[in-house]
């Protein structure tokens, strides 16, 4: 990826005690995404691509297209931020993946999502 076409993503999750059901293993988890283009040449967010693990090794994948119904186009220096959620079966699990992207000058590219831990609260020191 060059310096002009570039994305930065950074994810906050945190557990939804009142959505979950530890006893039927369901646990629910809602992460707040900032994307930021810290590129040179505006650029929209075409789909989004996650992977998500739970302890047992189960991975959902999840495509579609933009996030929260949205294909924010960001200008260099711009951030978009939204909160979405996630179940798994475990009381901790992982999240990670990539939005597709299109600059301005037509040129696609992909941005990465970082791993990040779900936990619920006092299951990881």
């Known amino acids: 990826?060059?310096?002009k076409n570039k994305v930065l993503v950074e994810?906050?999750?945190?557990?939804?005690?009142?959505?979950s059901s530890p006893e039927q293993n369901r646990f629910v988890f809602a992460?707040?995404?900032t994307i930021t283009n810290v590129g040179s040449v505006p650029a929209r967010l075409l789909t989004r691509h996650w992977l998500i693990t739970d302890a047992n090794?189960?991975?959902?994948?999840?495509?579609?297209?933009?996030?929260v119904?949205?294909?924010?186009?960001?200008h260099p220096g711009d951030s978009f931020r939204y909160t979405s959620a996630a179940m798994i079966e475990t009381p901790v699990g992982v999240m990670q993946g990539k939005y597709?992207?299109?600059?301005?000058?037509g040129e696609n590219f992909s941005a990465a999502?970082?791993?990040?831990?779900l936990?619920?609260?006092?299951?990881?020191?």
């Open 1 to 3: 990826m060059s310096e």
């Open 11 to 19: 994810a906050k999750p945190y557990y939804i005690e009142a959505q």
């Open 31 to 33: 992460y707040t995404i």
């Open 57 to 67: 090794g189960k991975v959902q994948e999840v495509n579609g297209e933009g996030v």
């Open 69 to 74: 119904g949205e294909h924010p186009h960001l």
């Open 100 to 105: 597709q992207m299109v600059s301005d000058t």
């Open 113 to 117: 999502i970082p791993k990040f831990t």
């Open 119 to 125: 936990s619920i609260p006092r299951t990881l020191h």
